[in-house]
């Protein structure tokens, strides 16, 4: 074939014009001289045009012949079907009469011999019956035969009617196609070169002209942000300015204030607890409230690890509430997804496709967020692995650890037995807990926090252990204190004896003074072990106090709700009591006033302690808070400043990078794009020229022949199916007409039961009553009962009263005839309403020179194309 260009050529040339219209004439005469001859088969004589009444003909008649047999051999078959009822009845009656018995009774007799006789009449009406169905369907079986004939020469007739017409539509496909070529050229020349080089062009411009405004929209930015960035810089120029000033008032603060009075108080208290009777009495008053104190403390524990484990435990409660949300959100978004995807196949437009688009980003974000989601409740449970892999290990390494020293021991098999378990047990351990270090990432802030929430859980509930089981015995303390109190008393003395011995032995200066020393200090341990003392017999005066208190109070309780002598007298007694354990506890108090005074003193030298030790250290987290700003400042400052050059820096980058975009948009990408726009014009201009010729000229005739072609298919469709059902009603009348032999067969039989048993069982004056008249058979021939014939000779020659079908969808008449009679009618009527004939010898010429003249258009078109 010439290239598309050649092709092109010849259409700007104005050459083609006149090939495709010597082309056009051709394949036109060829179509319309072949359709006018093939249609012309049948000719009728009435005023329907040819090509209608062709096709009327092809599937009205056949179609009518065809079911007027099939409700021909459906009566038969009803027919046939109501004489073997008959039959049955004849026949149960003969059985019932082979059973009659002779009687000595008159009227039974009469009755029983008219019931033989009445059978016999209706045996002898069965078999007309039964031959008048075998006659009807044997002629059902002749006509069946005649239409399939029919039908047959009709599917015949159709097959080369629709070769015809198929010749002709090819002829004009030919033409079709060979313009359907050049416009399929055009357009892959504009898919494959003009349109891809138009849409990078419009793609570059628009591009470009979008990068330009972004360029002119960040500049506008980029100049707000510097201004921005430079007020940020004086704002931290600023705070580091007073940082550093207030740092300095707080030093001078420091120095001549604050460190001064917090060595004073300091002072003050370590001279006042370093006495050992207030320090007695302080482990003696904490011995009261040891118990309090530890269980209060335990209970704290238990509280604080229950919180820190209920946080852990709700960090991955939402991990796993987070899981569940994440999946419902996948559900609804792919719920959403099959619903927009819906609308849009039902409905493609625009907004549906971008209903569409949001709805696959919602289905992927969904997705990422439940991948997340489940990815931090997978850690959080790999941490509790980890953790109870540590503790296992841990357990694991002791074991393991203990069997080792046991063998270091004694090395005996026992215990060479345990270290290979104990062995065995760690490296189980070992490979669980590498295991599970390598399940553990802690890649997100969600999975830190739980491990610092659960590490404090662990740490809490250790705490907890430890407090619970502790057993802090204050008591103790003081004890050690006053058995201290008591060594020193016991040295003291035994070192007074030693130097009155010595003096005893050298009554000297020197021994005296040490004697007198040692007395000194003796009397100094026995003053702080007495003070002791008495402060035991003050906390045991009070609490006696206490006790005569509640019991004083007790009694006069007894004494309002159940007054009485008894009452009274008790109330007196607990009075009494009290008065006493108040003035003992006033006397044990006086003996250790002085000792409580400096412990009183002691807690408030102590306050004084704190508030000053408070305020210095106040002052030095303040100091170190005014250092930890100021670093903050000067980094924010630097970063200010640098922010600032970076800013800057951006201004100038994106002006120069407008400057350049302006440039090359003026001089490459709008003039591509001016051309390329050109080309895509031209382009679509020559692709309408050549679909405006094809639309208004081989487009039409392609269509005409089409459209003859499928009258074609559809009546040889109608043809073959008109045939099948003729074939179907052919083997249905065959059926009947066994049928029917049959029945006549075993009608015969029943009658000469019948027969047989009139002449057994009914008397001779009665026997041939039912005899007079005739009965008629299949063929409708008349012949006295007693003689019955069947004879093919008689049959042909019978008389029979039967429909006549004459072929027409209307022309049944009733006629008395002979079988050979009704044959001979049936072929007569068959040939008058034929319509003549005419041979498709003159169609195929008339088509073979419309083929020929297109093959010469074709030629000549060719050649001129390649002229």
């Not at 090819?170 to 070169?193: H, L, P, R, V």
């Not at 999975?447 to 907890?464: F, G, R, S, T």
């Amino acid at each position: 074939m010439p290239s598309s260009k050649v092709h092109f050529k010849l259409y700007k040339a104005k050459k083609n014009w006149v090939s495709a219209g010597l082309v056009t004439t051709a394949v036109l005469a060829g179509l319309t001289l072949g359709t006018a001859k093939s249609n012309d088969v049948v000719a009728h004589a009435d005023a329907t045009p040819v090509a209608t009444q062709t096709v009327n003909q092809q599937t009205t008649t056949p179609a009518s012949q065809t079911t007027e047999t099939n409700s021909a051999v459906d009566k038969t078959s009803d027919q046939i079907s109501q004489v073997k009822d008959e039959l049955n009845k004849v026949q149960q009656a003969n059985d019932a009469n082979k059973n009659v018995q002779k009687t000595n009774d008159a009227n039974k007799a009469a009755d029983q011999d008219q019931q033989i006789v009445n059978n016999h009449k209706a045996a002898k009406q069965t078999v007309k019956d039964a031959q008048d169905a075998q006659a009807t369907a044997k002629l059902d079986v002749d006509n069946a035969q005649n239409a399939v004939k029919q039908a047959q020469e009709n599917v015949d007739k159709t097959s080369n009617d629709l070769n015809d017409a198929q010749a002709v539509q090819n002829a004009a496909q030919e033409s079709y196609d060979g313009n359907q070529n050049a416009i399929t050229d055009a357009d892959k020349d504009m898919n494959t070169n003009i349109k891809p080089a138009k849409d990078k062009a419009d793609q570059a411009y628009n591009d470009q002209l979008a990068y330009q405004k972004q360029l002119e929209n960040g500049l506008s930015q980029f100049q707000g942000d510097l201004e921005n960035k430079k007020e940020a810089e004086k704002a931290a120029q600023t705070k580091v300015d007073n940082t550093n000033n207030a740092i300095t008032d707080a030093d001078n603060d420091l120095r001549n204030n604050i460190k001064p009075a917090k060595d004073a108080a300091d002072q003050a208290y370590n001279d006042a607890i370093n006495d050992q009777d207030v320090k007695y009495f302080d482990a003696k008053d904490a011995a009261k409230d040891a118990a309090k104190a530890d269980q209060a403390a335990a209970d704290q524990a238990v509280a604080q690890a229950t919180k820190s484990a209920n946080a852990a435990n709700n960090l991955k409660q939402a991990a796993q509430d987070a899981v569940t949300s994440a999946q419902a959100t996948l559900d609804a978004a792919n719920h959403q997804l099959q619903c927009d995807m819906s609308a849009w196949r039902h409905n493609r437009n625009h907004e549906n496709a971008l209903a569409v688009n949001k709805s696959k980003r919602a289905v992927q974000a969904a997705e990422d967020a439940l991948a997340a989601a489940k990815h931090n409740l997978d850690n959080m449970n790999n941490y509790d692995a980890l953790k109870q892999a540590q503790v296992a290990d841990q357990a694991a390494t002791k074991a393991l650890e203990e069997a080792n020293a046991a063998v270091a021991e004694d090395n005996s098999e026992w215990n060479q037995e345990a270290q290979a378990a104990a062995q065995s047990s760690f490296n189980t351990a070992e490979d669980t807990l590498a295991n599970a270090k390598g399940s553990f990432v802690n890649d997100n802030d969600s999975i830190a926090n739980y491990v610092a929430a659960k590490d404090k859980a662990d740490a809490d509930q250790v705490a907890a252990d430890q407090a619970a089981t502790k057993a802090t015995d204050s008591q103790a303390v003081a004890d050690a204190i006053k058995n201290a109190a008591q060594t020193a008393l016991n040295d003291a003395q035994h070192q007074y004896q030693r130097e009155i011995s010595g003096y005893r032995h050298n009554p000297s200066h020197e021994n005296a003074v040490r004697v007198n020393s040692a007395k000194q200090v003796r009397d100094n341990a026995q003053n702080v072990l007495d003070n002791m003392n008495n402060y035991d017999a003050y906390l045991a005066a009070k609490d006696n106090e206490n006790a005569k208190l509640n019991a004083l109070y007790q009694a006069q309780q007894d004494e309002q709700q159940n007054p009485s002598d008894w009452t009274e007298e008790a109330l007196d007694q607990a009075q009494s009591e009290y008065d006493d354990a108040q003035n003992a506890a006033v006397a044990a108090r006086a003996k250790v006033a002085d000792k409580l005074a400096l412990a009183n003193s002691r807690a408030s030298l102590k306050n004084a302690k704190d508030t000053a030790d408070k305020a210095y250290d106040d002052q030095v987290a303040y100091i170190n808070q005014l250092e930890a700003g100021l670093n903050n400042f000067s980094n924010d400052l630097n970063n200010a400043q640098q922010a600032v050059k970076d800013a800057q820096q951006k201004v100038d980058d994106t002006n120069n990078a407008i400057t350049d975009a302006d440039n090359d948009m003026k001089n490459n990408i709008a003039p591509a794009k001016a051309a390329a726009d050109k080309a895509y014009n031209d382009q679509v201009s020559y692709i309408n020229m050549l679909e405006d010729h094809l639309n208004k000229l081989t487009g039409p005739q392609l269509a005409a022949a089409k459209q003859a072609t499928a009258a074609a298919t559809k009546a040889h469709d109608d043809a073959v199916n008109a045939k099948t059902v003729a074939d179907n009603n052919l083997t249905k009348a065959n059926n009947n007409k066994a049928a029917a032999d049959q029945l006549v067969a075993d009608a015969q039989a029943a009658m000469d039961t019948a027969d047989a048993l009139v002449d057994e069982k009914v008397p001779s004056y009665i026997k041939h009553d039912d005899n007079q008249g005739t009965t008629t058979d299949d063929n409708g021939s008349t012949t006295n009962v007693n003689t019955p014939t069947d004879n093919e000779a008689a049959r042909a020659g019978a008389v029979v009263t039967i429909p006549v079908s004459t072929g027409a969808a209307t022309a049944t008449t009733p006629a008395t005839m002979t079988r050979a009679q009704y044959r001979a009618q049936l072929n007569s009527a068959a040939k008058q309403n034929a319509l003549p004939q005419t041979s498709n010898e003159d169609s195929v010429g008339i088509m073979a020179l419309g083929t020929v003249s297109a093959m010469f258009g074709l030629g000549l078109a060719a050649r001129k194309r390649e002229a």
